[in-house]
T-cell receptor, first 111, second 114 residues
Framework: KQEVTQIPAALSVPEGENLVLNCSFTDSAIYNLQWFRQDPGKGLTSLLL?????REQTSGRLNASLDKSSGRSTLYIAASQPGDSATYLCAVCHSGYALNFGKGTSLLVTP | DVKVTQSSRYLVKRTGEKVFLECVQDMDHENMFWYRQDPGLGLRLIYF???????EKGDIPEGYSVSREKKERFSLILESASTNQTSMYLC?????????????FGPGTRLTVT
């Protein structure tokens, strides 16, 4: 069974710092990997989707990388802002349909 | 923009009641999903549907059933609600080409069973 792990579980940084969130998965036979953001009590907002054949994707201050052979992905956030405070979830599409989720990294960016 | 809507943001029901959670998507997606999210357990798949009237069990289908009579609508049914079904329920949809597209989520329904 595909297991997805996110480290760290929580992170607090001062505004302006660059930061990296980590995601690892046990089975490298994935279709794609998706990063989401979740604000308290809300649904999930898709941030980036990386296909299994891709190495990275960028959107604004966000950059996600994928190393399928080692079962790892990172989400890089540049010049963090208080508005980036949220929980970030990593999910892999393993079976072709549903996603397997990590438990998330809770990020707090302090002014 | 893709829009996934859920019928209620908050719902309070009594033990033993039959509960219906509705999800509607407006992008003609073939695939629809129901997850539940619990602290410490993360998101877990309950059921998914890859076509009208088609359904597949996810990781935790016990105590739930689903209905998909129209392409845009996917309903989750709690036949007899129990307190351990208190949770955040999230619906998602995705286009039909297997594995190639991102999932879009609704705002969630916070269900409390008393």
């Amino acid at each position: 069974k595909q297991e997805v792990t996110q480290i760290p579980a929580a992170l607090s940084v001062p505004e302006g710092e660059n930061l990296v969130l980590n995601c690892s998965f046990t089975d490298s036979a994935i279709y794609n990997l998706q990063w989401f953001r979740q604000d308290p009590g809300k649904g999930l907002t898709s941030l980036l989707l990386i296909q299994s054949s891709q190495r990275e994707q960028t959107s604004g201050r966000l950059n996600a990388s994928l190393d399928k052979s080692s079962g790892r992905s990172t989400l890089y956030i540049a010049a963090s802002q208080p508005g980036d405070s949220a929980t970030y979830l990593c999910a892999v599409c393993h079976s072709g349909y549903a996603l397997n989720f990590g438990k998330g990294t809770s990020l707090l960016v302090t002014p | 923009d893709v829009k996934v809507t859920q019928s209620s943001r908050y719902l309070v029901k009594r033990t033993g009641e039959k509960v219906f959670l509705e999800c509607v998507q407006d992008m003609d997606h073939e695939n629809m999903f129901w997850y539940r999210q619990d602290p410490g357990l993360g998101l877990r798949l309950i059921y998914f549907s890859y076509d009208v009237k088609m359904k597949e069990k996810g990781d935790i289908p016990e105590g739930y059933s689903v209905s998909r009579e129209k392409k845009e609508r996917f309903s989750l049914i709690l036949e007899s609600a129990s307190t351990n079904q208190t949770s955040m329920y999230l619906c998602a949809s995705r286009p039909g080409l297997a594995g190639s597209y991102e999932q879009y989520f609704g705002p969630g329904t916070r269900l409390t069973v008393t």
